[in-house]
């Protein structure tokens, strides 16, 4: 034969034929697992559980809850082309089982060491029995155990040696089998899928690396099976095109979601299978929206009249062939694009909800890190440390912006158009708010305009805040400090003040001072008012929220303190009764008055005359004027260009008489001080445009430039500055760290 | 003497922190939150912080939670123009055809044999994408006259590599998605985003008020406004306001 050089064709032995198609069927581990877990799905199981060892080389047990197999059929069930699910030809047309071919058991039985134990719900026990070469050793014994079947498959391809010695390591296949075992537990989520390890190493978790429960959804398998990230971010797709008889179903990730390696779950007709153009057209969807080199997560199962399909290309059933494919591509391609775009939602950030407030105690690095600026800027030059990126500090506290010195004539631009607003009763809260912020040359004008817009409010409203007409502001004009004290060179006077007890309260503030709270005030870099109260500043890399209301009042105590007794004045155009303002605050509801306090009248007469009583001595230290028939005629200016919010006035009047202890005098100059500065501290009810009003804001632009954001800008933090920060607002939520720049660098993910 | 109480300074008082503990961000304790476009159109500027990112506020509504956010300005203003530049590569607003600009010097280019049979038989592709070739195709030598270029491509010294670069994408496409992809070529895309980025807003550019509201408005009627052209996320939420509030309330 070698010598003619024509070969004999030989018929090859039937055990040869079987061990070949046997290695195309199961080419490792992992297509037995795919085989016999859709034989477990075909019979109906709701729970599958896998066990291996080493990688499935060694031991690969399944075990099933499904109907099992009879024992009469136990004999033949490892044969080749022995089947429950295909009778004829025909019926592959309309094959909706996962198996037909009956090769899967014949062909594991022919590379390895195969034993069924198996028991059918009528049975009274279970049956076991081991195959080898498509054959049963023996016949079936019976043996204990569950409705259902299970599998052992030991020694894989030991009659295989070249395959055998291919594969490298145990970890590979277990790797490969729990890919395939997470793909079909997701596909039926709602059944139990469990991949356990039964090597010594088993790990923490007891060797198991797949598990989904019984009747839990799509979304939780997600978040199990591929991360709780990639489930917070997936959409459903749900389609059903009518041309084709195409159903589509899916989870897809949106565009705020994106992994490292495109992971793609396809089935068709519940079928795990591959389909390269599906997969390579759904990337380039995401391409667009996906940051560069990151993929999706997709799964879909897809379903289309059996008919269209050809199952039966490859012997694994791995790829499928279906007729109409570019038009079955674009419809899904379309699909999963317009359920991308329909999703209107970020990706999911983690809010604070409470924040850690700024510790009161001195945090050495930072106060060593400042006064190093501060005192020795040049030695810190011979050591050039790199700045960064992200602690760069962008900003100079000392910049101060252009619109700061027009405070006034901006005030001007914007207060004329409120002043002709249809008289309501926010309008006129509007008028006493344009007059507060306007200069003395516009007051008259505006003046008139209030007492227009005023007279046909009264009719409309009986609002208690009425009254507020009576006193509006006449700020306080050179005549007025001229008339008061001059000294020769025609400058007001100072008073010097040698009280010891006011000498003390100074003494207090300074010592309970917070060092890193007051540098922070003073190195700021004011970023914008959330509400009156509530202001947002920057200081260094960090962002602050701070409670504009607290801190004014603190202001405003230290300036009554600093200046005791030398306050210029605004003059009330009409004096305000006390007796009317303390009606008002009595009916107000934080006065808390219960009918037991005794009549409001004769409380109100109270505070007229114990007012009245102590009027010089708040008229000389406080600049308080009352006069003699019990009105308020003017009262301090703290602090220039700062109005108070006058409706406060009322509390305000109750309090000083009730609040203030007038025994000693170091605690009443104390408690008097404290009295006027929660009067003039910044408060929400300053106007009425809170921000949590309903109407969208965006588009309403004069609102930016609102006079109290004006005036808490740069007149309250600008005095803010030099504030001497008290020990416990350290701790007390005053002040609020909400953001460094280093760590807003990781969210927004710069470098 | 009655006692008056009156309490409208408010007084909040968070959870006493370890106090030696040096305060940091993503402390306490925190709530899940997906921002809808919704509330984008519904934002208020409160102001710039430190020159990089803006700072605004969202009211509470029925369907809503007050909140702070930061708005990154750089990818903000990147999406924008990005998304601006890609509605004004098309012809219509249907998004098939890409503009087309007429070259004044035509570029020749050469072409594999993949390359060509892709340009005979599918000129369709190559047409979306706002390339026109000269009719007299080449087959012998594989040379093309390109005579017409995507209106978003600039006449740069690099203008025949990219068309190169496009040609091979578009027939890769072809051959690999049997040219069902319709949407943007990824080479032009790429263009678009760099250039989207490199006029866009930067770190460190003051802004003012109306000029942060303007870019609010923009992004809010964007497409995809929560990330910049490169996937990197725009805005941020800070701090839930209403919890900030009801523990005001419940301590005053």
Redesign the interface.
């Known amino acids: 034969m070698a010598e003619s050089g024509v070969v004999v064709i030989k018929r090859l032995d039937e055990t040869v034929v079987n061990r070949i198609a046997a290695g195309e069927v199961i080419q490792r581990p992992a297509n037995a697992v795919k085989e016999m877990i859709e034989n477990c799905l075909d019979a109906g199981s709701t729970t599958i559980t896998v066990s291996l060892k080493s990688g499935g080389l060694k031991m690969l047990q399944i075990s099933d809850n499904g109907h099992g197999i009879r024992r009469e059929d136990m004999e033949i069930v490892c044969e080749r082309f022995t089947t429950s699910k295909l009778k004829e030809f025909d019926d592959l047309k309309t094959i909706a089982t996962f198996g037909f071919r009956g090769e899967a058991l014949a062909s594991i039985s022919h590379v390895a060491h195969l034993s069924i134990t198996s028991r059918t719900k009528d049975s009274k026990c279970g049956y076991k029995a081991s195959y080898l070469d498509g054959r049963i050793k023996g016949s079936p014994r019976p043996t204990a155990g569950n409705t259902g079947t299970q599998i052992t498959v030991e020694d894989l391809f030991y009659n295989v040696p070249t395959r055998r010695k291919a594969f490298k390591s145990p970890s590979e296949e277990h790797q490969k089998i729990a890919d395939v075992m997470t793909r079909y537990a997701l596909h039926n989520s709602g059944k139990s899928f469990t991949l356990r390890k039964t090597d010594g190493d088993s790990g923490p978790s007891g060797g198991v690396s797949v598990r989904t429960q019984l009747g839990s959804s799509f979304v939780t398998n997600i978040g199990t099976l591929f991360g709780s990230k990639v489930a917070?971010e997936v959409i459903e797709v749900k389609h059903y095109d009518t041309q084709l008889q195409l159903k589509t179903f899916g989870y897809i990730s949106n565009?705020?979601c994106?992994m490292k390696k495109f992971v793609f779950l396809l089935f068709i007709n519940n079928r795990l299978v591959d389909c390269?153009?599906l997969k390579?057209?759904l990337d380039?969807?995401y391409?667009?929206?996906?940051?560069?080199g990151?993929h999706p997560f997709v799964y879909l199962s897809l379903e289309m009249p059996t008919n269209n399909l050809d199952v039966n290309v490859h012997p694994t059933k791995h790829e499928v062939h279906f007729l109409h494919?570019?038009e079955v591509?674009?419809s899904v391609?379309k699909q999963v694009?317009a359920s991308l775009?329909s999703c209107?939602?970020?990706?999911?950030?983690?809010?604070?909800?409470?924040?850690?407030?700024?510790?009161?105690?001195p945090?050495g690095e930072n106060t060593k890190e400042s006064t190093k600026d501060t005192t020795h800027p040049t030695k810190d030059k011979q050591l050039p440390t790199r700045v960064y990126?992200h602690q760069l500090?962008?900003?100079d506290s000392k910049l101060q912006k252009l619109d700061s010195f027009l405070l006034k004539s901006k005030n001007k631009v914007v207060e004329e158009p409120k002043i002709v607003v249809k008289p309501c009763a926010n309008s006129l809260i509007n008028v006493v708010n344009a007059i507060y912020f306007s200069s003395a040359c516009l007051y008259e004008h505006i003046a008139a305009e209030y007492h227009s817009c005023f007279k046909s409010w009264a009719c409309h409203t009986t609002h208690p805040q009425y009254l507020l007409h009576q006193f509006f502001f006449r700020p306080s004009t050179p005549d007025d400090i001229e008339s008061h004290d001059k000294t020769s060179a025609g400058l007001p006077r100072k008073r010097e003040i040698r009280l010891t007890s006011v000498l003390q309260l100074q003494d207090e503030v300074k010592q309970k001072s917070n060092k890193d709270l007051c540098l922070v005030l003073h190195d700021h870099?004011?970023?914008?008012?959330?509400e009156p109260?509530l202001a947002?500043i920057?200081h260094q890399?960090k962002?602050h929220?701070v409670?504009t209301?607290?801190l004014s009042?603190q202001l405003f105590y230290q300036i009554l303190l600093q200046d005791f007794g030398n306050f210029a004045i605004f003059r009330l155009t009409e004096a305000a009764p006390i007796y009317e303002l303390a009606m008002l605050?009595?009916n107000s509801e934080?006065?808390?008055?219960t009918p037991a306090?005794?009549s409001k009248e004769k409380?109100a007469k109270y505070v007229v005359n114990f007012l009245v009583e102590k009027a010089e001595m708040l008229s000389d230290y406080f600049c308080l004027d009352i006069t003699k028939d019990g009105m308020i005629s003017g009262i301090p200016m703290l602090l220039k260009q700062y109005n108070p919010p006058l409706h406060?006035l009322p509390?305000f009047v109750?309090?000083l008489a009730?609040?203030v202890d007038w025994e000693s005098e170091k605690s009443c100059f104390d408690t008097v001080c404290k009295e006027i500065a929660?009067f003039y501290?910044v408060?929400n009810n300053f106007t009425d445009s809170d921000?949590?009003?309903?109407e969208?804001?965006?588009?309403e632009?004069d609102?930016?430039?609102s006079p109290w954001k004006q005036m808490v800008e740069h007149v309250v933090f600008r005095a803010l500055r030099d504030v001497i920060v008290p020990m416990t607002m350290g701790?007390?939520?005053?002040f609020?760290?909400?953001?460094?720049?280093p760590?807003?660098y990781k969210?927004?993910?710069?470098c | 003497m009655p006692s008056v109480r009156v309490d409208n300074v408010t007084v909040f008082r968070p959870q006493q922190q370890n106090t030696t503990a040096h305060p940091t961000f993503f402390q306490g304790i925190y709530t899940e939150v997906k921002l809808t476009k919704e509330v984008l159109t519904k934002l208020k500027v409160i102001g710039q912080f430190g020159n990089k990112f803006i700072a605004c506020s969202v009211g509470c509504t029925t369907d809503s939670r007050g909140m702070l956010l930061l708005v990154d300005q750089h990818a903000a203003h990147e999406r924008v123009r990005l998304e601006s530049f890609i509605s004004d590569a098309y012809e219509s607003s249907k998004r098939i055809n890409l503009k087309t600009s007429k070259l004044e010097s035509k570029v020749e280019i050469n072409l594999t044999k993949t390359q060509t049979a892709a340009v005979r038989n599918h000129p369709e592709v190559f047409y979306t994408c706002g390339l026109r070739f000269d009719s007299d195709l080449n087959t012998e030598d594989d040379l093309v006259t390109v005579n017409s270029i995507p209106s978003l491509l600039t006449t740069s010294g690099t203008l025949k590599e990219t068309i190169e670069n496009l040609i091979e994408e578009r027939t890769q496409a072809l051959y690999v998605n049997r040219g069902v992809s319709d949407s943007m070529s990824p080479v032009l895309f790429q263009l678009l985003c760099s250039k989207a980025c490199h006029g866009a807003i930067r770190f460190g550019d003051p802004l003012a008020l109306e000029q942060c509201t303007e870019l609010l408005t923009a992004l809010s009627k964007c497409d995809f406004p929560f990330q910049c052209a490169h996937g990197r996320p725009s805005v941020m939420p800070l701090l839930d306001l209403n919890t900030l509030k009801t523990k005001k309330k419940r301590l005053n």
Do not use: H
């Open positions: 917070k565009a705020n994106s390269s153009v390579k057209s380039s969807v391409q667009s929206y996906l940051p560069k990151s494919e570019d591509v674009t391609q694009e775009l209107d939602s970020s990706r999911t950030f983690y809010m604070q909800k409470l924040l850690p407030t700024n510790t009161s105690k945090t990126d500090v962008r900003t870099t004011f970023v914008g008012c959330v109260e947002l920057q890399t962002l929220l409670n209301g607290r009042e605050g009595l934080e006065s808390g008055w306090d005794g409380l406060g509390t109750m309090r009730t609040e929660r501290a408060k921000i949590f009003s309903e969208p804001v965006v588009v632009t609102s930016e430039w701790e007390d939520g005053t609020l760290q909400l953001a460094n720049l760590d807003l969210v927004f993910e710069r």
